[in-house]
């Protein structure tokens, strides 16, 4: 995929983002290998910088210690910020501002097939926030990642275009494999140094808007990556059509979600793993909530361990409500009250298929991934 850049401004900053590192994929059972690509032209990019900088960087990347950079990720159900300053010397993000706001990009594709008019306009207007967020922290580049509900929608790419030209972002509609890639990147940025990041295999597990994807493999190197069309927006427009919802419609929704998974993930790459990380906004929701907090706190959240157990009781406890009661419950942002029910199902029956009965939450996603590939550090 090659990257489309406008020159609606002189470059502010010469900025060699290096390519990715090859990996080797598994996508259902069989395994590909990802290959390398020029430097810059899989998922970077800068504002006003013409297409050709990519190929030919007038500045080496020992040459900037530190880059401030952001990363917008447009998935289906909420649209993220993250401006932050990366250190190259020490692999380490430093977060100067993020951002969250739930815009249902998705809303309705699973039936129409295509990205309507009032979801794009909220996706819209939360850019428009966004960059001049951006120009306010003087941001020398960035990344704009969009994901299932793009990937998906027959007018996907029309969208992905209005981004690039209308913002000065540097979108790209990534592929399951990339998608996997950046979210493993950051879900292991924080531990990829320590003895046991080295050696034991960890699943990640991002339960989205409109697909969950599953990335296995240790430090920072994937062997296993599965994206299944299993997301929350997706899920609920599927089965969930009662306030509270039916006994009958969470057993319909449960039963699709094990077939899917079952037919979707490789036996093989299940063995031998023995740690998981969850990521996204269910997964964080649910360590909020489980802890009550009234004000959202990410360093609280972040490396919070969710017993599976916990899920389950979660689960039993909000799909008793309807959906004005749940927005009413600590922990929860009230925007996501419409899609948590099926997201509880998700991620347990997710730890199931693993055999895991509990997991870790991260706060470091997609966005830390975007950042450090920015940075040129994965």
Do not use: W
């Amino acid at each position: 995929m090659s990257p489309t850049s406008y020159q609606t401004a002189p470059p502010r900053v010469a900025l060699h983002v290096l390519a990715k590192n090859p990996a080797t994929i598994e996508v259902g059972t069989r395994l590909v290998s990802v290959a390398k690509e020029p430097a810059g032209r899989a998922l970077a990019g800068q504002r006003g910088q013409p297409e050709d900088a990519h190929a030919a960087p007038v500045a080496h990347s020992s040459s900037i210690s530190r880059v401030r950079v952001a990363v917008i990720d447009i998935g289906t159900n909420s649209t993220r910020l993250l401006i932050a300053e990366i250190d190259r010397a020490r692999a380490s993000v430093s977060e100067l501002l993020r951002r969250s706001r739930v815009t249902r990009l998705g809303d309705g594709l699973e039936s129409s097939g295509a990205l309507a008019d009032a979801a794009v306009g909220r996706v819209l207007e939360t850019l428009r926030e966004y960059r001049l967020a951006m120009d306010e922290h003087d941001v020398r580049s960035n990344l704009a990642v969009l994901t299932s509900a793009v990937r998906d929608a027959a007018n996907g790419e029309q969208f992905a275009a209005r981004v690039r030209s209308q913002f000065e972002l540097d979108a790209h509609v990534l592929t399951g494999e990339e998608e996997a890639q950046l979210t493993f990147l950051g879900a292991m940025s924080d531990q990829a140094n320590s003895g046991a990041a080295r050696t034991v295999e960890t699943v990640v597990v991002d339960v989205g808007g409109g697909s969950t994807e599953f990335i296995v493999g240790s430090s920072r190197t994937a062997t296993y990556h599965a994206s299944l069309p299993l997301g929350v927006v997706r899920i609920s427009e599927r089965h969930i059509h009662s306030d509270p919802p039916a006994r009958t419609e969470l057993d319909a929704l449960a039963a699709d979600a094990r077939a899917i998974l079952a037919q979707g993930l490789s036996p093989e790459a299940k063995t031998g793993v023995s740690r998981g990380i969850a990521v996204a906004g269910t997964a964080t929701s649910a360590a909020s909530i489980d802890q009550e907090l009234d004000a959202y706190d990410p360093e609280r959240v972040h490396g919070y361990e969710l017993a599976l157990a916990t899920v389950d009781a979660l689960l039993a406890r909000l799909a008793d409500m309807t959906e004005s009661e749940r927005r009413a419950v600590a922990g929860l942002n009230p925007d996501r009250a419409p899609t948590i029910v099926a997201g509880m199902v998700l991620l347990g029956e997710s730890l199931r298929a693993f055999g895991l009965d509990r997991v870790r939450v991260s706060e470091h996603d997609i966005l830390h991934g975007g950042a450090l590939r920015l940075a040129g550090l994965g």
